[in-house]
C-alpha cells in the first residue's frame, strides 16, 4: 500500500447551472454529457430500420443494473384491479410489433443561440425501431381503470438528481394517450431482447411523441386522479419564455427531415466532397403530428420537391430522395420537411428556455471538384 | 415548387485546423466529432463483455454501406499466391473467439491542457468483445509469406479526407505482430454479425494494440516489401513532441483503470451522491503492454490496494473491487493501474502533439449525505 497525495483537481470554475441559456463555449459538463449520450450518425439514415448500437440513447441519470435483479412490473392507483406481472407472464399476453422513430425533444439544442445548458444534441438524436410488446390498453382494461383517472404515471428504475429533486425518472400520459392501441410496453426491439441501454426488461414506447415519454427500465404503471407533478412533467419538458414563465408542456414529435450528407468527409470539420455529375440525395422525414406530406430540397437557395416513399407505419420515417446534377464549386444543401397539418420546418431556429424541438432546416456544405 | 432563398450561414469564424492544440474553448467541430463517435457509458463497466451500442465507437470517416454491396477480401502483395476470398469461404476456415478490450489511442484527449483538436474523448472510448473469425497467420501461411516482406497492410472500405489527403482508412502491422495466433479476422462480434459501425463484414482485431490498428469494413490486405507510409501509419498516430517532430508510431495499449462511479449522479454535472455507510467501488484495468498486477484505489488522497479479478483473457480487462465505508462530506475517489512492464498510470496528464495515450488516473467527485 502506498501514502501518495496527489493533487486534488482545482475547481476555478463556477459550475453552470443547467438549462440557464448561454453564449459562452462550450462546458466541459455539456462534453461529458455528449460523450455518454449518443445519437445517430447521419449516414444511418439509409436504414428502414436503425441497426442496434447506432439509435440515439439519453440517458437521464444512470443505465440501471436491471439485469441482475429481480424485476416486476407493478400496475395500481385508480384501478379495480392492482398487479404485479412478471415478464414471463407479459410475454404471455397478445403482442403486437410496431415500427417507431423516436426522437429526443432537445435534438438541436446545440445550434440555439443562446444556448440552454444541458445534453447539447446537434441534429441526429434520432433512431427507428420495432418494438414488440403488450398495448398499454390491454393491461389497463386488465386492471380496470376507474372513472375518475386522467393520468397514468410511469416509473423508470433509473435514479438521479436533476434541479436539485432527488428521484426515479418518471413522466405521466393522459388517459386518451394511454389507451390508444398502438402505446406498447415493449421488451423487444428489433426482433431481440431490450438493450440494457434501450430499458431492458420493459420499456413504455408512445408513437409520436418525443422520447422523454417512453419511460425506459419501467417498474411501475400507476393511474391518478390529478395530474402528475413529478419534475419531468412539471418542470422539464415545457415550453417556456423565461425562466419564470409556466410554460406548455412538450408532447408531439414536431416535423423534421434529415440528409445523408452526399460525398465523402474531412474527417475534423466533416466537410463534404464529392465528383461534378448525377447524385441520389436522401434522407428520412418525419412527424408526430400528422404523415409527413413533403420534403423540399434546397440546393443553393432554390427549392425542389423531393420524392416520398411511403412510410412502414404512421409513425415511422419515410424516405425522400432528389436526384441533383452537381456542379463544380461549393455548394449549401437543405431540407425541410411538411406535415399533414400544415407545419413546416421553419428556417430560422425555434428557440425556448430549455431548448426544445429545435426543428430548424439542416444545412450541408459540399464541395464539388 | 416553392422558389425561397434561404441564408446562407455566415461563416464568420475561421474552421481551426484539426490537430492544433488549443486553450480555447471547445469547438463545434469538436462537437459534433463527439456526437457521431460514441463511448461507453462508465456504469457499462460492469459488464464482462460490453453489450451491443455501449462499446466505444469511433468512424473516421463515414460507416460505408457495406451491407448492400457485393464483398471480397483481396490478399495479394507480396505472397506466393494471391487470392479473393468470398465470406462464405471465410466462414469455412477454422475459426476462433477472444475476449478483447479495444481502446482508442486518443482516449483521454479532451482532458488535455492545451487540448489538441481532434475527437474530444473523455475517458471511456472502450470496450470488450468477443470476437470470432480466422486467425490472420492461417490465412497469411494459406497465401504464402515472402521472405522479404516487413509489414500488411489492412485497407477498410470507409474514405475520407484529412489532412488534406484523400484515402480509404488503412493501417499496417510489422510480419511479426500479424503473425502473432491470436490476430484475428472477425466477422462475428459477441456471438452475432458484426453489426454496420464494427466493420460488417469483417474487420481485423489486434489484441493489445490501440484500436486504430483493428481496421473495420477490410476489403484488402497488403503484404509489403518496405514500411507502409499512408496517412493513418506515417502521419496520424504518433508520439510527437510538437509539429515538426516525426515522432515515434503509438502502438500497444497503454495501462488504464476505471471506476463505476459510484451513487447516483446529478443529470447536469455528473456529481455523484451516495449515503454513509459501506460501498463497494469496482472497476476494470487493462494494459495492452502486460498483464494488470494491481489497482490501487484513491480515496481522499490516500491509496488502498484494490482485489482483482483473472481477466477472461490476456488481453480483455480485469475487474478490481475495494470495499469502502463512505462518511459524510465530499470524496475525491481515484483509481490507478500498474502492469507487469512496471507502467502506473500517471497522476498528471500525458501531453503529446496528437493527444495520444493518455492514462492519467481518473478522478470522481462524490458528496455523502
Not at 436539485?164 to 421488451?187: F, M, N, T
Amino acid at each position: 500500500m502506498t501514502k501518495q497525495i496527489y493533487r486534488q483537481r482545482p475547481s476555478t470554475r463556477a459550475v453552470p447551472q443547467a438549462g440557464e441559456p448561454t453564449s459562452g463555449p462550450l462546458t466541459p459538463e455539456e462534453l461529458q454529457l455528449s460523450a455518454r449520450n449518443h445519437s445517430m450518425p447521419l449516414e444511418a439514415l439509409r436504414y428502414d430500420v436503425t441497426p442496434p448500437g447506432m439509435h440515439y440513447i439519453l440517458t437521464h441519470f444512470d443505465i440501471p443494473d436491471t439485469g441482475t435483479r429481480p424485476w416486476h412490473l407493478r400496475i395500481g392507483g385508480a384501478v379495480e384491479r392492482a398487479m404485479e406481472l412478471s415478464l414471463a407472464a407479459l410475454k404471455k399476453d397478445p403482442a403486437i410489433t410496431i415500427p417507431v422513430t423516436l426522437e429526443c425533444a432537445g435534438n438541436g439544442r446545440s445550434l440555439l443561440k443562446p444556448r440552454p445548458l444541458s445534453q447539447p444534441w446537434v441534429l441526429e438524436a434520432v433512431g427507428t425501431a420495432e418494438w414488440t410488446g403488450v398495448p398499454l390498453a390491454y393491461l389497463l382494461a386488465k386492471a380496470g381503470v376507474l372513472d375518475e383517472a386522467v393520468e397514468v404515471v410511469f416509473t423508470g428504475a433509473d435514479e438521479g438528481i436533476q434541479g436539485g429533486v432527488r428521484q426515479k425518472y418518471a413522466r405521466s400520459l393522459p388517459i386518451r394517450e394511454a389507451l390508444r392501441p398502438d402505446v406498447v410496453l415493449a421488451y423487444r426491439m428489433n426482433g431481440a431482447d431490450l438493450p440494457p441501454q434501450h430499458g431492458y426488461p420493459l420499456r413504455l414506447v408512445v408513437p409520436g411523441w418525443y422520447g422523454m415519454t417512453s419511460v425506459k427500465w419501467l417498474e411501475s404503471i400507476e393511474v391518478v386522479t390529478a395530474p402528475f407533478t413529478g419534475f419531468q412533467q412539471h418542470l422539464a419538458y415545457r415550453y417556456q419564455d423565461t425562466a419564470d414563465d409556466a410554460g406548455t408542456p412538450v408532447s408531439r414529435i414536431r416535423i423534421r427531415s434529415l440528409m445523408i450528407p452526399p460525398g465523402i468527409p474531412d474527417f475534423f470539420t466533416r466537410r463534404r466532397s464529392l465528383p461534378p455529375g448525377p447524385v441520389l440525395l436522401h434522407g428520412r422525414a418525419w412527424s408526430g403530428e400528422g404523415a409527413v406530406t413533403g420534403v423540399e430540397v434546397g440546393i443553393d437557395g432554390e427549392w425542389l420537391p423531393a420524392q416520398l416513399e411511403k412510410p412502414p407505419g404512421p409513425f415511422a420515417w419515410c424516405k425522400w430522395t432528389l436526384p441533383w446534377v452537381a456542379d463544380p464549386g461549393e455548394h449549401v444543401l437543405a431540407c425541410r420537411g411538411t406535415d399533414a397539418t400544415g407545419a413546416v420546418q421553419p428556417l430560422e431556429q425555434n428557440w425556448n428556455y430549455q431548448g426544445l424541438s429545435n426543428n430548424v432546416v439542416q444545412h450541408v456544405n459540399a464541395i464539388v471538384e
